[in-house]
């Protein structure tokens, strides 16, 4: 079984598995950092989406959706370092400002813990095996914001408005506001929609400045059609494939990432743009991709 197999969370789990083999393959060496951010969507949110999040706040408590979105909360295993973490500055933890180097501004990703997770399981799935990604991996999840004004807002903007979700009667409402589950926007609303992700990843390599690679990955059409794309060729891989990961495996509940390079393939042809490259430290341009 692979959970979470659409736009939540195989973009993030895909664009580390390319990140991670290209900086093994080119680099010689295990995967260190990882930052991915949403670079760019238009789309909507259906009545289905917006019924999932709130029965999750009506059938378990706020402690026990603490521990099932901490990072670490579906890998088989815990990390255990050898160099210490970079720690979260103060100016990210009071005002949301955080840059990253080739993607800009960053701010909290809704689905961030959800794709955190997932991806943490794929660490763990991988770490006994050749293509692991290494025991000093830490993956983190952004949203791309216009500018350090709009990463303020941002920021204090969800520590106001999230705790409504937490009010029964807030949560009443919405839905008479919104869709109904299984409803959504019709196909002339949703036909010039898009997403674009991209992602950063520094080789676990005490040289400095620290060998990078970098992923963008782009599907021009809905998210809600890059999920039901996603989950049959994940499920025709499944049936036809016998050298996967998830086969190796024998079963269990696995991730994207454990179907491979196959599964890159796969989307390919089926219209996803994946492109990954080392980085050029030398590059002062906006855009290392078009190189703009």
């Keep these: 079984m692979i959970p979470c197999c659409g736009f939540d969370c195989v973009p993030s789990d895909l ?15 295990q995967t260190g950092r990882v930052d991915v951010c949403i670079h760019g ?5 259906s009545g289905g989406t917006l019924a999932s999040v709130l029965q999750a706040f009506e059938l378990h408590s706020l402690r ?10 579906l890998s088989p295993r815990q990390p255990s370092p050898t160099v210490p973490t970079k720690p979260t500055s103060i100016w990210t933890k009071l005002f949301g400002l955080l840059w990253i180097k080739r993607l800009g501004w960053m701010a909290y990703q809704p689905q961030g813990p959800v794709d955190r997770a997932i991806v943490h399981r794929s660490w763990g799935l991988l770490e006994s095996t050749t293509v692991s990604y290494g025991q000093n991996f830490d993956f983190h999840a952004w949203f791309k ?3 350090p004004v709009a990463a303020i807002l941002w920021h204090f903007g969800g520590l106001m408005l999230a705790p409504l979700i937490l009010l029964r009667p807030i949560r009443k409402l919405l839905p008479k506001l919104w869709y109904e589950p299984g409803g959504g926007a019709g196909q002339s609303d949703i036909e010039n929609n ?3 992700y991209r992602c950063v990843a520094e080789a676990d390599t005490p040289t ?5 690679a970098l992923v963008r990955m782009r599907y ?10 996603a989950l049959g060729e994940a499920a025709r891989i499944l049936l036809w494939q016998k050298d996967t990961w998830a086969h190796k495996f024998g079963g269990g509940v696995l991730t994207s990432a454990t179907l491979g390079d196959h599964y890159v393939s796969r989307l390919r042809a089926a219209g996803v743009t994946m492109e990954v490259q080392a980085d050029d430290p030398v590059y002062k341009g906006k855009d290392p991709f078009t190189k703009v």
């Design 15 to 29: 664009s580390t598995w390319l990140a991670a083999s290209y900086i093994r393959r080119h680099f010689n060496a």
């Design 145 to 147: 914001i216009w500018g």
């Design 64 to 73: 026990h959706l603490y521990k099932a979105h901490a990072p670490y909360s």
């Design 194 to 196: 898009w997403f674009e």
């Design 41 to 45: 969507v238009q789309s909507g949110v």
């Design 208 to 212: 400095k400045p620290k060998q990078k």
């Design 220 to 229: 021009e059409s809905d998210p809600y059609i890059f999920t039901a794309v």
